[in-house]
C-alpha cells in the first residue's frame, strides 16, 4: 500500500469511527420521535426496502432494490453488488465492474441465479483472463430491467447447489412489481476520460395491468442500450525471467527463460571486445562491476516488456418481456423472458521488448536489489516486436422463464418453474507479429523505479515504417477463432405444507442441466505460408511447415512491410489493417478456419455436459419463546451430477494427422445440510446463527480429455481428469442486527468456511490401454518402449493430472455494516457503510491451498442526501492487495528461508481505492416528471496494478478513467 492509500485509508476509517459514537449518542433520541409515517422515494426507499428484507430474512442475506421501475442505484449491477459487505468486485481492465466474489472465495464460487434458475454466459471474462463460464459477467444484464438483486450467504436447503462462498439472485422486472401504470423513459451521454469520446445509453420500460373475464393479466416490456466507448493505457510484462546460466551457486529462482549472448553480435560495440569475440562468465561480470554470477544469473527481468493499448467500442441490447396472469388470488403465472445481445470491436496492440527465448542480448552496467530484480542498466543488440491484434465478438445471450404459484387451500402451496437459456460467443481476433532487426544497434537503456511500471527506452524510432522491421527472428500472423455455446434447462417443483407465517414444511425436487462448449479453430499455418512463409502449395501437419521469413513467393515480403504501417498514436507504428487483411485474402481463411484444440485464450476445445437431479426437505417455523421470537429454517438437499467430458486428442499414423474425441463420465453424490435461525430479543434486535454444508463443481478446463507425451519414452503424460470431486464447505455463521429506525441499522456477522476438495498437479500410474491413445500413434522410440514394458497390454504409464488432495483452507473473518439516517441533523441526509475482515489458512496434505483475488480487509463508506427533488451520493470503495494467483508463475520459484519447499512465486494485486458520484435533480412540475442525473465513475481516475511476487516487479498496469454519464429520465 502506497503512502497516499494508506493516508485515505486512516482518514475514512476516522471518519467512520467518529460517525459511530455520533448515530451512537442520538439513537436512543431518534427513536423516542414519534412522527407520522413519511413515505420516502428514491434512494433511500431502496435501503429502506433492503433494511426491511434483512430485518425479515431468515438466513443472512443482503439485497438492493430499484428505487423505482427501470431505475437501479448503479449502472452496473456488479457497482451495486461491490457495496454489499463482503462483496468485492473483479473489473476489466477498462475499470468496468465484472464480476463478484464473496468472502474471500474467487469468482467461479459464487453462484449467480437468473429468477431463481442458473444461467451461464458464453464469454471470456476479462480480456487478459480465459474465463470457464461458471462465471457469470454481470455487464451483460442492463441495470435498468432489474428490480432487486438478493446475495444470500447462507443456503437454505431450497436453494440451488453449486455457490461454496454465496449465491446471488438477479430478480428481473415484473407488471405486478407495480400497483398501476408504468412508462419510464432514460437517455444518457457516457463520457469515458480515455476514449475522449460520448457514448449514447438509453432505456424505454412499459408496464400495465389489466382486468378481464378471466382474471388481471400484467404486462411489462423493456429495452435497454448502450454504446460504451473504451481506451487503455498500460504496461504488460506477461511475467518475469532470469538468465539461464552455468555456474555454481546460479539459478536459484528457476524459470531460466533465455540466455545472454554467447559472443559479441555484429553491430554491437562492447568497450575492449570485438565482433564473435566469446562472452564467458568473467566477461559478464567486467560489464556488470558489483554483481556475482548468482546476481546475474537471477537478475529478474519482464518477459515482454510492452506498452499496452486498447482502443474501440462495445455495444449492449437487451430487451425484457414479462407477462403475469392471476385468474385468481390463490393463482399466479408468470412467464419472463429476457434477449440480450452485445458487439464488441476494438484493436489491442502493443510493442514488446524481447526477454522470453532469446539468446542475443548483452547486459552492461546492471544493477538488482535484494530480490534479484533488476533496477538498471544497459541492454545491448535488443529486439522488439510489434503486437497487433484487432478483436471482433459477438454474445447473443436468450433466457425464457415461466412458472406459477398455487395455493391450493390453507395449508398447501404448489410452486413450479420452468427455465431455459442459451448464449453464444464468437471471437475473431488475428495477429501480425514483426520484428526490429538484429545487430543494427538497437539498445535498450532500462530503468526500473518501481512504480508505477519499468521504463525500456530505446534508441530506436519504433514509430518509424521505415526502421527496417522484419519477419525474421520470430514473427508471425495467427489466424485463431474461438466459438463457445452454454445452455442450460430446468424445471423446478415444489410444496408447501402448513402455515407461511407459522411451521411449515417444504419439499420438492429439482432438475438442472447444463452445457459449455469450446470450439477453437485456427488458419493459422495456412495463412502465415501465403503472408511470409513463401507461398506454394499448402500442405497440412504433420508436414514440415515453411517458416516466416518474408521470402519470395510471400504475399508480404520483407522489404514490403514498411508499406502496410504508419505512425500510430502511442508512440510506436500501427498496421494499415484493411489493406494487409485485403492483400492477404484474411477474410477467406478465417471462414474456412479448421477446428483446433486450444483456443488464443488458453481454453481448450472441448465440451461439459453436467446433468443434475435434487431433491429437499426444509422446515421452517417461527414461534415464541417466553418474550422473544424464534425464527427458523432447516434441512437438506440432495443432489447427484452426472457429467459428460468431451475433448479432442490428436494423434498421428502413418504421416496422416487424425482427431479424435474422447467422452468420459463421472458421477457423484451429495447430501447438503442446512440450518438458520434468528431470535428477535427485541422489537429491534436480531441475533442470527447458521450452519451449512456447500458445494462448488470443479474447475472445467481441468476436466478435459487430452493426452500429451512429456518424454521420449511415452512413460510420463499429461492428461485431464474427468474425475475430479467439486469443493465442499462446511460454514458456520453468527451475528446479530440492531435497527435504528427508517432505512438505519447496525450488524455484525462472523463466519468460518472450512473448504476440501482443493486440487493440484498429482502423478497416477495407469495401463496404456486406458490412456485412449492408438498404439500406432506413438513414434518408434515410443513403441520400442512400450514393448520392452511389456507391450501395450501390460505397460504403464504415470499420468500427469490435476487430482483433488487432503487439505483444507480454512476462510473466517467478519462483517460491520451500518445503515445510519441523520435525518436529526438534516432531513434527508444519511450514510451507509461496511468493513469486511478476512483470514485464510491452510493445513493437511497436498500444497498449500490459497484463495486467490481476495484482499484481507475491504471497506466502503457512502454518504447520501435524498429529499424532495434533489439527490446525491457519493462514495469511495476500497480493497487491501491481494494475491492474484496461486502460482508458481513463469516457473519462478523462491528458496525457503526455513528450509521448506520453494515459494511459488504469485501475482500480487495492488491495494486500490474508488470514488464514485451520483446525482439528480427532478423538476416535479414539468410533464413527465424530469429528471435530470449526473454519474461519474471513478473520480480520481484509480489505476489497476499486479505485481510480479515482488512489489517492483510490475505484471500488469491500467491507467484508470473517469467515465461521466449525463442524462435525463421521465416517466409517464
Not at 89 to 109: D, K
Not at 273 to 280: D, N, R, S, V
Amino acid at each position: 500500500m502506497n503512502s497516499s492509500t494508506r493516508k485515505t485509508s486512516v482518514r475514512t476509517k476516522a471518519l467512520l469511527l467518529g460517525a459511530t459514537f455520533l448515530a451512537g449518542a442520538v439513537a436512543t433520541e431518534v427513536r423516542a420521535q414519534q412522527v407520522e409515517e413519511i413515505v420516502v422515494t428514491g434512494y433511500r426507499r431502496s435501503l429502506q426496502q433492503a433494511t426491511e428484507a434483512k430485518r425479515e430474512a431468515t438466513i443472512i442475506q443482503d439485497s438492493i432494490f430499484a428505487e423505482d421501475i427501470g431505475k437501479f442505484p448503479d449502472t452496473n449491477l456488479a457497482e451495486s453488488l461491490n457495496r454489499v459487505p463482503g462483496v468485492q468486485l473483479s473489473r476489466e481492465v477498462t475499470g468496468e465492474g465484472q464480476q463478484i466474489a464473496i468472502r474471500g472465495l474467487g469468482t467461479n464460487f459464487t453462484k449467480i441465479l437468473l429468477n431463481g434458475n442458473q444461467i451461464a454466459v458464453a464469454t471470456t471474462g476479462r480480456l487478459d483472463a480465459q474465463s470457464q463460464n461458471r462465471e457469470v459477467d454481470l455487464d451483460m444484464f442492463p441495470t435498468e430491467l432489474f428490480s432487486r438483486l438478493d446475495v444470500n450467504k447462507s443456503p437454505t436447503a431450497s436453494m440451488l447447489e453449486g455457490g461454496v462462498s454465496g449465491t446471488v439472485n438477479m430478480r428481473s422486472a415484473r407488471p405486478f412489481d407495480y400497483a398501476d401504470r408504468q412508462l419510464t423513459y432514460s437517455l444518457q451521454g457516457a463520457y469515458n476520460s480515455s476514449a475522449e469520446k460520448w457514448g449514447p445509453r438509453g432505456a424505454l420500460i412499459a408496464s400495465d395491468r389489466f382486468d378481464t373475464n378471466y382474471g388481471e393479466v400484467g404486462v411489462l416490456v423493456g429495452f435497454a442500450g448502450a454504446r460504451t466507448h473504451i481506451k487503455t493505457e498500460g504496461f504488460e510484462s506477461i511475467g518475469w525471467s532470469n538468465a539461464n546460466m552455468s555456474c555454481a551457486g546460479c539459478n536459484l529462482y528457476g524459470s531460466n527463460n533465455f540466455n545472454w549472448a554467447s559472443t559479441v553480435p555484429a553491430g554491437v560495440s562492447v568497450p575492449g571486445l570485438t565482433t564473435g569475440a566469446p562472452i564467458t562468465n568473467d566477461t559478464l561480470l567486467a560489464l556488470n562491476p558489483g554483481l556475482t554470477l548468482q546476481q546475474l544469473s537471477d537478475a529478474m527481468i519482464p518477459r515482454l516488456g510492452r506498452p499496452a493499448f486498447t482502443d474501440g467500442q462495445r455495444d449492449r441490447y437487451s430487451g425484457l418481456i414479462s407477462l403475469e396472469f392471476e385468474p385468481s388470488e390463490n393463482l399466479n403465472v408468470y412467464v419472463d423472458t429476457l434477449l440480450g445481445r452485445g458487439i464488441r470491436k476494438f484493436d489491442r496492440v502493443d510493442m514488446n521488448w524481447v526477454g522470453r527465448n532469446s539468446n542475443f542480448m548483452v547486459p552492461v552496467g546492471l544493477q538488482v536489489d535484494e530480490n534479484y530484480v533488476v533496477t538498471e542498466g544497459s541492454f545491448l543488440n535488443s529486439q522488439f516486436f510489434l503486437e497487433a491484434r484487432p478483436y471482433h465478438e459477438k454474445v447473443n445471450f436468450f433466457n425464457v422463464n415461466p412458472g406459477f404459484s398455487w395455493r391450493y387451500n390453507d395449508f398447501i402451496r404448489v410452486d413450479g418453474q420452468f427455465n431455459m437459456s442459451k448464449s453464444e460467443f464468437l471471437r475473431e481476433a488475428p495477429t501480425i507479429l514483426f520484428n526490429t532487426p538484429l545487430g543494427q544497434g538497437i539498445n535498450v537503456e532500462y530503468t526500473n523505479p518501481g512504480e508505477p511500471f519499468p521504463d525500456i527506452a530505446t534508441n530506436a524510432d519504433l514509430n518509424d515504417p521505415n526502421l527496417g522491421w522484419t519477419w525474421l527472428g520470430g514473427g508471425r500472423v495467427n489466424i485463431q477463432n474461438e466459438r463457445r455455446v452454454t445452455k442450460t434447462k430446468a424445471a423446478h417443483f415444489d410444496v408447501l405444507f402448513g402455515d407461511e407465517e407459522g411451521v411449515n414444511v417444504r419439499v420438492g425436487g429439482a432438475w438442472d442441466y447444463a452445457s459449455r462448449s469450446i470450439l477453437a479453430q485456427d488458419n493459422s499455418a495456412q495463412w502465415q505460408q501465403v503472408v511470409c512463409g513463401g507461398g506454394g502449395v499448402y500442405r497440412p501437419a504433420p508436414a514440415p511447415q515453411p517458416p516466416c521469413n518474408g521470402a519470395a513467393g510471400s504475399a508480404v515480403t520483407n522489404a514490403q512491410i514498411g508499406s502496410y504501417l504508419r505512425p500510430g498514436p502511442y508512440g510506436f507504428i500501427a498496421v494499415d489493417y484493411d489493406r494487409f487483411f485485403g492483400d492477404t485474402n484474411y477474410s477467406q481463411f478465417a471462414a474456412n478456419a479448421p477446428f483446433s484444440n486450444s483456443a488464443n485464450t488458453g481454453t481448450r476445445s472441448g465440451i461439459i455436459e453436467e446433468d443434475t437431479l435434487g431433491a429437499f426437505v426444509e422446515v421452517n417455523g417461527r414461534t415464541d419463546i417466553g418474550p422473544w421470537e424464534l425464527r427458523f429454517n432447516g434441512g437438506v438437499r440432495y443432489v447427484s451430477t452426472e457429467q459428460d467430458i468431451t475433448g479432442p486428442v490428436t494423434f498421428t499414423i502413418g504421416g496422416v494427422q487424425t482427431t479424435e474425441f474422447q467422452s468420459r463420465d463421472s458421477r457423484y453424490d451429495a447430501y447438503l445440510p442446512s440450518f438458520n435461525a434468528v431470535l428477535r430479543v427485541r422489537d429491534d434486535v436480531n441475533l442470527r446463527l447458521s450452519a451449512s454444508r456447500t458445494l462448488t463443481r470443479p474447475n472445467p478446463s481441468d476436466m478435459l480429455p487430452g493426452t500429451s507425451f512429456s518424454d521420449p519414452s511415452a512413460q510420463e503424460a499429461t492428461q485431464g481428469n474427468p474425475n475430479l470431486t467439486p469443493f465442499f464447505s462446511n460454514n458456520f455463521d453468527i451475528g446479530a442486527e440492531w435497527y435504528t429506525g427508517a432505512e438505519g441499522y447496525i450488524g455484525v456477522v462472523g463466519f468460518n468456511k472450512v473448504i476440501t476438495g482443493w486440487t493440484q498437479t498429482g502423478i497416477t500410474t495407469i495401463p496404456f490401454t486406458q490412456l485412449g491413445i492408438p498404439f500406432d500413434a506413438l513414434n518408434d522410440t515410443q513403441k520400442t518402449a512400450i514393448n520392452n514394458r511389456g507391450g501395450p497390454g501390460a505397460a504403464t504409464v504415470n499420468v500427469r493430472q490435476q487430482v483433488n488432495v487432503g487439505g483444507q483452507l480454512t476462510i473466517r473473518g467478519y462483517e460491520v455494516n451500518w445503515v445510519q439516517p441523520l435525518t436529526f441533523l438534516v432531513d434527508g441526509l444519511g450514510f451507509q457503510a461496511n468493513y469486511t475482515r478476512i483470514y485464510q489458512s491452510a493445513s493437511g496434505a497436498g500444497a498449500p491451498a490459497v484463495a486467490v483475488g481476495v484482499s484481507p480487509y475491504t471497506y466502503n463508506i457512502t454518504g447520501y442526501y435524498d429529499r424532495g427533488p434533489a439527490s446525491i451520493r457519493v462514495s469511495y470503495v476500497y480493497y487491501d492487495d491481494q494475491i492474484g494467483s496461486a502460482g508458481p508463475e513463469s516457473g519462478v520459484s523462491i528458496p525457503n528461508p526455513s528450509g521448506g519447499p520453494a515459494i511459488p512465486a504469485r501475482f500480487r494485486n495492488d491495494s486500490t481505492g474508488q470514488w464514485d458520484l451520483s446525482a439528480s435533480y427532478e423538476f416535479t412540475n414539468l410533464p413527465t416528471q424530469p429528471r435530470l442525473t449526473l454519474d461519474v465513475i471513478n473520480l480520481t481516475k484509480e489505476d489497476q496494478r499486479t505485481a510480479f511476487q515482488w512489489p517492483n516487479a510490475t505484471q500488469t498496469f491500467y491507467r484508470g478513467s473517469r467515465t461521466i454519464l449525463l442524462g435525463i429520465r421521465g416517466r409517464f
